[in-house]
T-cell receptor, first 109, second 115 residues
């Protein structure tokens, strides 16, 4: 089975940088996804990590340490539209994906 | 290129009834996964279908069942509905043979309310 932990809520200021952490325990790790979900909408894909290190994609970066069971999503130059829930999801085996409860990020002016 | 489509968008049922939700995967995808998302929670994996068979299953009772058709579309059936079944039901599709880094594509979901 899997256990995925991430903070429930975070608040950050427009233009700032925020880091959302995720820790996991799994028996068959095969990659970690980050998704963004606005209220009432479907999750949308942000990033994928399977090897240790940092993956950068525009304002968003994601880091993975497999030995520590740890990942973070880094959002730079925050915009009001970044207010959303951010879901950490671990892939186990072929295609089963288990989601954390999500971190609700509020960006304030 | 049509994405994942789900129907209906909203549904209201009463306890004890049965419901069927439908999903058409993104064009070119052959694998469909179903998730239940309660308010304020992350999606919980129900099961996954590939080649018309249930391949993996999460921690959901037998009241939850599904089907995949030859055209890769899928249905989720829930029997003997309980109040706790009220949630957003998400369908996600993918192509099984692709590399692991290919994400699932989600539909907009069906909002199921049980009275």
């Amino acid at each position: 089975g899997q256990n995925i932990d991430q903070p429930t809520e975070m608040t950050a200021t427009e233009g700032a940088i925020v880091q959302i952490n995720c820790t996991y325990q799994t028996s068959g790790f095969n990659g970690l996804f980050w998704y963004q979900q606005h209220a009432g909408e479907a999750p949308t894909f942000l990033s994928y990590n399977v090897l240790d290190g940092l993956e950068e994609k525009g304002r968003f970066s994601s880091f993975l340490s497999r030995s520590k069971g740890y990942s973070y999503l880094l959002l730079k130059e925050l915009q009001m539209k970044d207010s959303a829930s951010y879901l950490c999801a671990v892939k186990e085996g072929y295609q089963k994906v288990t989601f954390g409860t999500g971190t609700k990020l509020q960006v304030i002016p | 290129d049509a994405g994942v489509t789900q129907s209906p968008t909203h549904l209201i049922k009463t306890r004890g009834q049965q419901v069927t939700l439908r999903c058409s995967p993104k064009s070119g995808h052959d694998t469909v996964s179903w998730y239940q998302q309660a308010l304020g929670q992350g999606p919980q994996f129900i099961f996954q279908y590939y080649e018309e068979e249930e391949r993996q299953r999460g921690n959901f009772p037998d009241r939850f069942s599904g089907h995949q058709f030859p055209n890769y579309s899928s249905e989720l059936n829930v029997n003997a509905l309980l109040l706790g079944d009220s949630a957003l039901y998400l369908c996600a599709s993918s192509l099984r043979a692709t590399a692991s880094n290919q994400p699932q594509h989600f539909g907009d979901g069906t909002r199921l309310s049980i009275l």
